[in-house]
């Protein structure tokens, strides 16, 4: 039989950037342990195809396009979200985007403000939606919430010719502390998760690269890179009741790299 607090049957999660990548490895676990689940990304056909991989996984899916740089997309389009799902019961703000590796000398600031119109703004623009409506759940007499953010090693290691993207993550740490003490007197958690090396579109260009592969796979203890689904688990219990006494916390999902 399986542990009660992990059934998230009634519950419902939006993820950001969830049509693929670590965003779908979540939805995936999410649905499976009940949850209806709804994903935004910003290319339709990618949605579509995450909806096709996620239609016999759990109870309730759907997907919308927004670009969470927008503010008045995202206000919009988490609107649409209820009218279709009812209630959020889960935020997880898993949209992001990588940079060129420019040289910090040489970086523009049109980069930069990419990386942080995406990263960060578009993080604050999602949760700030998301605690509005959880905060109101909350008064009404149905206080339960969760807000997590997915960070990156970048939050916490120097990363050369990535500055910008490490800003935006080390950031998104820090408002996470800061919204775990805010809200949780409404029972609303948070959290940052913070991958190591795993194997997305985003990083296929730089696992392409022999020099790279051969320098950092070594380090990473489990000796694998990380794949998608590693990602789960985390957010099962992320939503569950059994981690109701949890908040703020800083998940490094990694195979051991940070701590060799």
């Not at 990263?119 to 959880?134: D, L, P």
């Not at 609303?188 to 796979?217: C, Q, R, Y």
């Not at 590693?230 to 992320?238: G, H, L, R, S």
Request: hydrophobic share 45%.
């Amino acid at each position: 039989m399986a542990f009660a607090p992990f059934d998230l049957s009634g519950r419902v999660v939006l993820i950001t950037g969830g049509n693929g990548g670590i965003g779908l490895g979540m939805a995936r676990g999410l649905a499976e342990a009940g949850a209806e689940v709804c994903i935004w990304g910003t290319n339709p056909e990618k949605n579509a195809a995450a909806l096709a991989q996620l239609g016999g996984a759990g109870p309730r899916v759907s997907a919308f396009v927004c670009d969470v740089a927008d503010e008045a997309e995202v206000v919009t389009t988490f609107g649409k979200v209820l009218e279709q799902h009812g209630r959020v019961d889960g935020c997880f703000a898993n949209a992001g985007i990588g940079g060129r590796g420019t040289a910090f000398d040489e970086m523009t600031t049109r980069e930069w403000d990419r990386i942080i119109a995406v990263n960060q703004s578009g993080v604050f623009y999602t949760f700030r939606e998301a605690a509005k409506h959880m905060k109101a759940r909350a008064k009404a007499g149905d206080a339960f919430g969760r807000l997590v953010g997915t960070a990156s090693l970048a939050a916490v290691s120097g990363q050369a010719r990535g500055q910008h993207y490490a800003a935006t993550k080390g950031g998104l740490v820090s408002m996470i502390k800061a919204l775990a003490v805010e809200y949780a007197r409404y029972n609303i958690t948070a959290h940052t998760i913070l991958p190591g090396w795993i194997e997305t579109e985003m990083t296929e260009n730089t696992f392409a690269n022999n020099k790279f592969v051969d320098n950092v796979s070594k380090r990473i203890p489990v000796r694998r890179w990380g794949v998608p689904e590693d990602f789960a688990a985390i957010a099962i219990y992320i939503m569950s009741t059994a981690s109701s006494y949890h908040s703020a916390e800083t998940f490094l999902i990694d195979g051991g790299y940070y701590a060799f």
